[in-house]
């Protein structure tokens, strides 16, 4: 059964599908949403041979005119230098504003590609293959591209909204354990932050979960997209506060992040650890009971993402959330739960509270 989320924007509304081999009806999607017939597809060495050549044969056998090109797997490949590059073999392959750009991979891949898609010529076509669970919940949903300044993440990039985006969760099956979890971790959030029903779907289907069900990861996805859609809906440009709700646990997770250089923990395991240490720090100012702050921790266990905050300095890890671009004005707001599915935006809390809640 194929899911369509319609992401229904200011100025243009696309479709997200969602369900067990969609790729192999990539060149239909493609089809029905542009009239090109020239792709560039960018995928990332791992992404290649396991989706994105077949990919490829399925559009040439198609009729399309496709350029393939492999960047290095892994987030430095988000840089400057790699934009140059696929820019000029744009140039080279004679794209022009009739191409477009298939982003096949990760959200390194989408972020990526749809940068370079925003850039190139002003601006072209741009559709989205994410392979991730992470790019198929998050990154590939909202429309934010970009890449990493060598001290700064996601600091250069723009709002590119795709022409179409396609989920195949068949591609789960291939992903690592670790970064499978991660994406989960993200899931988690939604129910957390905007659906209490999520959540409880969540709980019943742990079972499924842990062996990637195909079934259920396309409601899985159906709703995460939906749920990350009704925000960028309402709030497309991060204007109006709304969509810092998609924050939760990120102010925490960001500093584990950093204090690991990138290197220590996934951004998804992060984001786990960040939500333990905001469901702790909302028990510890009485604005959510115990048993909520239990019902997360059983669920993020039962799907294996305890993960312990890394052991760190507190005083270090505040110093790193005040540095997170998100921080306004030099004041730490948090996202903390009142219950399962409502979450509000708390400043003023007390630096005593905060290192507190650290410990999980
Ligand atoms: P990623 O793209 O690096 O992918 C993780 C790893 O999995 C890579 O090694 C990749 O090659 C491999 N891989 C991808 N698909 C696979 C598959 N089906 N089977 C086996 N291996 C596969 O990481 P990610 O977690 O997907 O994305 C992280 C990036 O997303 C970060 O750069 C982050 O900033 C960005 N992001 C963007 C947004 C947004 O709104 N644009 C939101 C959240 C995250
Ligand atoms: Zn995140």
Redesign the pocket.
Known sequence: KIETVRVALAERSYDIEIGSGTLAALPEFLRARTDSDHAVVIT????EG??ADAASDLLVGDGWEVDLFAVD???T??SVEVVEELWNVMLDEGADRKSIVVAI???????LA?FAAASFARGLEFFQV??????QV?????????I?LPGA??MV?AFWQPRGVLCDVD??????DR?YR??LA?VVKYGVILDADFFAYLEANIEAINVRDAAILTHIVQRSCRLKADVVEQDERELTGLRASLNYGHTFGHAFEAIGEYEEL???EAVAAGMRCAMQLAVRLGRVDEATYARQESLLSALNLLVDPLEADGQDLLRLMYRDKKTAAGKLRFILPSRIGHVELVSDVPEIDILASLEV
């Open positions: 990332d060495g791992n992404v396991l989706y797997p892994g987030e490949s988000k991979g990760g959200g390194v891949v989408g972020d749809g994410p392979t991730t669970l992470l790019a998050d990154s590939s949903v909202g429309g934010k591209v970009g990493n993440k996601n990039g591609a789960m099956q291939s992903l690592p970064e991660a994406g993200e996934l951004h998804g």
